[in-house]
């Protein structure tokens, strides 16, 4: 749940209006602005953000706010951070597992195949943030039942497909994929909790200024420590062996 300071205004309907403005890359400060504008309207004519305004996401579109130049960018770093988390993580599972058995690290046609896959997925979600976004908050179902469609079809052919394209030794690769489980942990360290184009309304009262509530203190604490945890999660089963 979100908390925009505007006690007047429907929380659904607020969100809503948040989540679409955001979706359309408006910025912060206009977002609050908008807010703030609605809140006072509200608390004065003591109607519904619904009965005076309409459906938040057409009001959206109606209101046509030019996007912001400080979210330029940040939707391929948002992408970007942690798919190099991911490749570090798999491939220092990957040595680890050939170090401790003494043989190279076997590049199969399913891993290929797969990785192959991956990239394109995140090449479409990084030129077509907005659209996927928008897709995936309205059609939660939808989304839901693809991603399960789209991980066990992931499995099955890295499972099925079994053929060697070639073999990597394991120490540079181990060595590469720490750097980069590394480099995405320093990145979130340091852009931890940081916000580029935060939303905070016009007003000294605060309406239509986004709170920061405990469960986001939470993850922004939590969030850097998630890609080696799980790196080290599944790669200490392998020093057992």
């Known amino acids: 749940m979100i908390d925009t ?25 206009m977002i609050g602005a908008v807010l703030a504008e609605v809140e006072a309207h509200c608390a004065d004519s003591g109607e519904t953000a619904r009965d005076a305004f309409g459906d938040p996401k057409d009001y959206a579109a109606a209101l046509d706010l030019p996007e912001s130049v400080l979210q ?20 220092t599972i990957g040595s680890v597992a050939a170090w401790q058995t003494g043989t190279t ?8 195949l797969g990785a192959l896959v991956l990239v394109i997925c995140f090449a479409v979600l ?22 399960g469609a789209f991980t066990g079809g992931a499995v099955a052919l890295f499972v099925s497909a079994r053929q060697s394209l070639f073999d990597l030794p394991w120490q540079p690769l181990l060595a590469l994929g720490l750097l980069l489980v590394l480099a995405e942990f320093i990145w979130n360290v340091r852009h931890r909790g940081e916000l580029e ?23 922004s604490a939590v969030g850097p420590w998630l890609t080696p945890a799980l790196t080290a999660a599944l790669s200490l089963p392998w020093l057992f062996v």
Request: charged share 15%.
């Open 72 to 91: 330029d960018g940040s939707s391929l770093r948002d992408i970007a951070v942690p798919a190099v988390g991911l490749l570090g993580m798999f491939s």
């Open 197 to 219: 184009d935060p939303v905070v309304g016009p007003g000294p009262d605060g309406a239509g200024t986004l709170q920061v509530t405990r469960l986001d203190r939470l993850a």
């Open 5 to 29: 300071r505007t006690p007047h205004v429907e929380r659904a309907w607020a969100e809503a209006l948040l989540l679409e403005l955001r979706l359309r890359g408006v910025a912060g400060t």
């Open 105 to 112: 690290v076997s590049v199969t046609l399913g891993a290929a």
């Open 126 to 147: 990084a030129l077509r943030t907005t659209n996927v976004l928008r897709f995936m908050i309205h059609h939660p179902l939808v989304t839901i039942l693809g991603l």
